[in-house]
């Protein structure tokens, strides 16, 4: 099986931009904005040899596919990240979540979380969203509207706060992003 376009070593995280080192035997794969979140998907899943995911939710905005690949007898960690085109901000903020998706995903020691954290910080954030929040959705939104401040300040949080967007958190409650937004502002210095 060859998989093609997948970084080693190193990769930028989109949204983030943020470029991190990979841990040893994973990889990593921005296929940027796709018109079809549903074709781009079966795209992916068949790269790897596999027809459909069974009880996988599916995202209005944005994806990430990880998958665990053994090769030469040892195991492979593969991450592709991809949103459909919803405007700017949206955009960023798909890209920002889904980063933290794959962080999450090829984490190991050379601790991808902690290199988002020393970015976060960077800006003049005291928040660690990993440790933060206990729920898997909660961290990755709480990154991505980071994404957003780091690309656009403090107006594209205030576009996100007037134009609300609405998400399910883990326990799937909507609630508006303005939470997030909350504790990511008063945790700067």
């Known amino acids: 099986m060859e998989l093609k376009g997948f970084s080693s070593w190193k990769a930028v ?13 994973t990889y990593f794969r921005d296929d940027g904005i796709v018109r079809d ?24 905005y944005g994806r990430h596919r990880g998958f665990k690949l053994e090769k030469d007898g040892e195991e492979r960690k593969y991450s592709v ?6 405007g700017n901000t949206r955009n960023i903020l798909a890209q920002g979540h889904e980063s933290a998706h794959a962080a999450m995903f090829l ?43 780091k690309q656009m300040g403090r107006p594209g949080l205030t576009a996100i706060h007037k134009n609300p967007v609405y998400f399910f958190n883990d326990t799937m409650q909507v609630r508006p992003y303005q939470e997030l937004i909350d504790d990511l502002l008063r945790s700067q210095k």
């Not at 995280?13 to 035997?25: F, K, Q, R």
């Not at 990240?81 to 919803?86: A, G, L, R, T, Y």
């Open 107 to 149: 984490q190991n020691a050379m601790g991808l979380e902690f290199q988002i954290v020393g970015d976060i910080n960077n800006y003049g954030f005291r928040i660690n969203p990993f440790k933060k929040y206990s729920g898997v959705e909660d961290i990755c939104d709480s990154v991505g509207l980071f994404a957003v401040y």
């Open 13 to 25: 995280l989109p949204g983030l931009n943020l470029e991190v080192a990979l841990p040893l035997n």
């Open 37 to 60: 979140l549903e074709e781009h998907d079966k795209k992916v899943l068949s790269e790897v040899g596999i027809e459909r995911l069974k009880g996988v939710s599916s995202s209005l």
């Open 81 to 86: 990240v991809f949103v459909k085109d919803n």
